[in-house]
């Protein structure tokens, strides 16, 4: 990668305005359930403390609609934060007002304070240029490490490079380095696992994916398309109509360029779509009328663990199945396990697939799993992340 990081920067003694992604999981009564992308910026906050930069941390939670709203707080996560770091990190009152002003400017070497939730400003996703400059007036350094947000253009992801000296993270160094070379050098052969409710949402990693990879398995919902696109009947399945055409193109396009295709063979399909629904394994050309495919069969589970079996390098994004239902997990289970033992450098895609490697236990055989859904989505398409763009190049 050949954006500056913040070992290229003398951050003694500056204040340092770092965008971290902390838009983490609550439960009901308020307790953080999963602070993987808090624990993942701790390398980056740990180096600045111990280089003597004042640390400023900024992120949004949840998207309050430029509104103060305190359920959106990132209270608990300065407390969470405080602990973790065994020093206090003093929570602003607000963004870019009194409160964050006047402790950025008491903030003594090594010490850290958070500012309040950036998307209270409604400027903040406009990428307003005034905003962005109001935040960068805060600090001397930007440094940026919210890669589940750098495909964000917002003001505090990208417009706030502007005005600062800007460098990137840890984190955002790491998910980029992973996943970039997975994509310009992988270790073959190199295998992609898509799955998921929607071809929409991933025709574009797809398509970017088909130039790359030797193997492309796709399952989950979206696999129904592509059984329509080939003449299956798919009972009442998830199924984009308007994309059908575009699935047709594409499997004829992997059979161009020699792209090993691979769809179920069979499925677990239910009555309805409930968890507890009555079910039953039927091939892919067998769908009944009235059943939907919730799941890839025992057949498909085996041929695509043989298909990973081999891999140098697998990227997997999406659950091969509705996977919050146990009913319906076997498939994804049964990829993850393969994905595990095949030890390949493996992949993960942020979102549901991450959340599911990490609930079966699989989170610890895994490369890497990105703390960006959407973010490692857009790379994977080949885009261009406009909060890493931002960012200032090593010379
Ligand atoms: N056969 C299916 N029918 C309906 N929904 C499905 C099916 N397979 C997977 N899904 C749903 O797809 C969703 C996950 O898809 P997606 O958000 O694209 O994954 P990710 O977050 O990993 O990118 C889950 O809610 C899952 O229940
Ligand atoms: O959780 C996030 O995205 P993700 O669910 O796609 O990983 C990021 O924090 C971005 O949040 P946003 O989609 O409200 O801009």
């Not at 939670?61 to 020093?87: D, I």
């Not at 549901?352 to 857009?378: C, N, P, Q, R, Y």
Request: aromatic share 6%; net charge negative; charged share 25%.
């Amino acid at each position: 990668m050949n954006k500056k990081t913040v070992e290229d920067i003398d951050v003694a003694g500056k204040r340092v305005l770092v965008r971290c992604d902390f838009n983490v999981p609550f439960d009901a009564e308020g307790n953080i359930t999963d602070p993987k992308r808090i624990n993942e910026a701790m390398k980056t906050i740990k180096y600045l403390i111990d280089h003597k930069a004042k640390v400023i941390l900024c992120s949004h939670l949840g998207r309050p609609k430029g509104e103060f709203n305190m359920k959106y707080s990132l209270a608990p996560v300065a407390e969470y934060l405080s602990k973790a770091l065994g020093q206090e990190v003093k929570m602003a009152k607000d963004v870019v007002g009194e409160s964050a002003k006047s402790i950025a400017a008491s903030l003594q070497d090594g010490e850290v304070e958070m500012i309040e939730n950036v998307r209270f400003h409604k400027e903040e996703e406009k990428n307003d240029p005034a905003f962005a400059k109001e935040l960068a007036s805060l600090a001397e350094i930007y440094v940026n490490d919210a890669f589940g947000t750098a495909h964000r253009a917002h003001a505090s992801t990208a417009g706030v490079a502007d005005y600062l000296p800007a460098v990137c993270g840890y984190l955002i160094q790491k998910e980029i380095t992973i996943m970039g070379g997975a994509l310009t050098e992988p270790k073959r052969p190199f295998v992609a696992i898509l799955g998921g409710a929607k071809v929409s949402d991933k025709i574009g990693v797809i398509t970017n994916l088909l130039d790359k990879v030797d193997t492309l398995i796709i399952g989950g919902g979206m696999a129904y398309t592509f059984m329509n696109a080939l003449g299956y009947s798919i009972g009442t399945s998830i199924c984009e109509g308007d994309k059908v055409e575009l699935a047709k193109d594409t499997m004829a396009k992997a059979k161009e360029k020699g792209v090993k295709f691979l769809l179920p063979v069979d499925n677990v399909v239910a009555t309805e779509y409930k968890a507890d629904a009555e079910n039953k394994v039927v091939d892919s050309d067998q769908i009944p009328d009235g059943w939907m495919g919730m799941d890839i069969g025992p057949k498909t589970c085996e041929l695509f663990a043989d298909a990973i079996k081999g891999a140098g390098t697998v990227v997997w994004n999406g659950p091969m199945g509705v996977s919050e239902w146990d009913a319906f997990a076997n498939g994804t289970i049964a990829v993850a396990k393969a994905v595990a033992d095949s030890g390949a450098i493996s992949i993960i895609g942020g979102g549901d697939s991450a959340a599911a490697v990490e609930k079966l236990g699989f989170a610890d055989k895994m490369t890497h799993i990105s703390t960006g859904g959407g973010a490692s989505l857009e790379f994977l398409e080949g885009k261009v992340l406009p909060g890493i763009a931002c960012l200032n190049d090593k010379d």
